[in-house]
T-cell receptor
């Protein structure tokens, strides 16, 4: 039982490049979400999904796209990376109102 | 939208001293959760409080949920170096299944 798996762990992009952060969970959780963590800003919600085919915006959605075609996977897409998107990204999942399980994070640098 | 505020942002204590972090919400919360993130790690769930006025203990950690369900606190008695990290509160109002909003966290450092 791997829990929540994020790839890659580290990534360096140039401004304007696109990429997808992968997130997969094997706990059959309906709810999945993406957060970004910046110094002094805590964890800010980017997008979330309450089930396959359903996504919604969080606090800081601009510049990011998501889709949820399966229960297991919830990828986060950066269409045109900007230096302001340099951050640590966490994917998390849960079942109902219970605790969140976090992945180990992706450290992204945009030059 | 809902905001969850935490104070202090940083706290440094000597080993053996007590520590408290406070969490306040702009709206009534259906429940509140607490997480701990060790340096370089990911947030890990500590506890969930649901009832008004609820108090729960985990060894040296005491968690409280306010009577109005708009504030909460985490108190650590006799801190140890293993308590180092950032403590987050998180909550959401309304129905289950909506977004969980985190406070900015309190970073605790402990010197021996």
């Amino acid at each position: 039982n791997a829990g929540v798996t994020q790839t890659p762990k580290f990534q360096v992009l140039k401004t304007g490049q696109s990429m997808t952060l992968q997130c997969a969970q094997d706990m059959n959780h309906e709810y999945m979400s993406w957060y970004r963590q910046d110094p002094g800003m805590g964890l800010r919600l980017i997008h979330y999904s309450v089930g396959a085919g359903i996504t919604d915006q969080g606090e800081v959605p601009n510049g990011y796209n998501v889709s949820r075609s399966t229960t297991e996977d919830f990828p986060l897409r950066l269409l045109s990376a900007a230096p302001s998107q340099t951050s640590v990204y966490f994917c998390a999942s849960r079942q109902g109102p219970e605790k969140l399980f976090f992945g180990s994070g992706t450290q992204l640098s945009v030059l | 939208g809902q905001q969850v505020m935490q104070i202090p942002q940083y706290q440094h204590v000597q080993e053996g001293e007590d520590f408290t972090t406070y969490c306040n919400s702009s709206t009534t919360l259906s429940n509140i959760q607490w997480y701990k993130q060790r340096p370089g790690g990911h947030p890990v769930f500590l506890i969930q409080l649901v009832k008004s006025g609820e108090v729960k203990k985990q060894k040296r950690l005491t968690f409280q949920f306010g009577e109005a369900k708009k504030n909460s606190s985490l108190h650590i008695t006799a801190t140890q170096t293993t308590d180092v990290g950032t403590y987050f509160c998180a909550g959401y109002s309304g129905q289950a299944g909506t977004a969980l909003i985190f406070g900015k966290g309190t970073t605790l450092s402990v010197s021996s």
